[in-house]
């Protein structure tokens, strides 16, 4: 196997190691290619698939050619972007029991707003596998149907905090990753064992980490302490607006809601955070604090 030691219609057949778990071992030679690659990572429910949707827009309204990845078994990544959930990799994968040389580019990639194109990886059944597998077999199909040749940016919205191997996946692919963080304990502590698990993957791999996105955040006081003791720095903040909330009710990108001031902000913010990846950021090197540490810092007993 190109992408692990066991494929998941094994996991099906129960087959497979621990009744049915799957260990993930990638191929280093499959490459996304030039396309410049970001990793959205963040505590689970922080906003990671508004960020990374509204990123890909903004990308797009600089005139790239962009591709998202939803990493996640609730396939939702892309759903303000194609208005529904798209099924994932998996589901159709199955449909053909795994012959993807029997799929069409239209059975698994989807066109969204303003051209964004929308891949769901999905994830193995619960307690079965690692989701690693898919990300791996995403890749190597859009490889195999030449999707990443004219592409400039891909984004991959990464399952929650779960920072083990499998969901790690997509930092061999990344060039930067980004971690989504509001100003609280729970979410700087994700953030703190995301910059772990990157510090894991860059001694492998090109992967580097690029900064923090504060979101539904009005103040940052605790997330600029952590960034000043382990070396990380904010590239941009989105406000906590009801808006914001509303765009995902009304399955919509905040570039297609109702113009207001504060709206407005918001856009330009992301198109400067999308103008700054593009022309490329400076590597950081951060160190990881130790558990106990985090709280000394952020003020608990």
């Known amino acids: ?3 692990a030691t066991v494929p998941v219609s094994e996991i099906k057949r129960g087959r497979a190691d621990g009744e049915g778990s799957v260990q993930v071992q990638l191929d280093p030679s499959v490459k996304i290619g ?3 690659v970001f990793a ?3 505590k689970g429910g922080i906003g990671k698939s508004t960020t990374s949707s509204n990123l890909s827009v903004a990308f797009s ?4 050619r ?4 939803g990493c996640d078994p609730k396939h939702d990544s892309t759903f303000t972007l194609t208005k529904k959930l798209v099924p994932t990799v998996i589901d159709i994968l199955e449909t053909v029991d795994f012959h993807s040389e029997e799929l069409r580019v239209e059975d698994f990639v989807f066109e969204g707003y303003n051209g964004v194109m929308c891949v769901e990886a999905g994830g193995p059944p619960a307690g079965t ?5 898919v990300v791996g077999q995403t890749v190597k199909l859009l490889k195999e149907h030449h999707l ?3 592409t400039d940016v891909v984004i991959f919205d990464v399952l929650g905090d779960v920072v083990c191997g499998g969901f790690a996946a997509p930092l061999q692919h990344a060039d930067r990753a980004l971690i989504v963080t509001a100003n609280d304990f729970d979410s700087i502590f994700a953030m703190n064992r995301i910059v772990q698990a990157i510090a894991a993957k860059s001694k492998n791999y ?3 980490l690029g900064g923090v996105i504060a979101n539904r955040s009005d103040a940052t006081d605790q997330i600029d302490k952590f960034n000043d003791r382990v070396g990380l720095k904010t590239m941009a903040r989105i406000p906590s607006l009801d808006v914001i909330r509303q765009s995902r009710l009304k399955k919509a990108t905040l570039f297609e809601m109702d113009d207001s001031p504060e709206l407005l902000a918001v856009q330009q913010e992301y198109l400067r955070l999308a103008a700054s990846l593009w022309a490329g950021t400076d590597p950081l090197l951060c160190e990881a604090m130790k558990d106990r540490d985090i709280f000394d810092l952020l003020g608990f007993d």
């Open 40 to 42: 959205i990572y963040g």
């Open 61 to 64: 309204k600089l005139g790239k």
């Open 1 to 3: 196997m190109n992408v």
């Open 206 to 208: 090109n992967v580097r």
């Open 129 to 133: 596998g690692c989701g690693g597998y």
């Open 34 to 36: 030039n396309a410049k």
């Open 66 to 69: 962009v591709l998202q990845i």
């Open 148 to 150: 990443l040749d004219e």
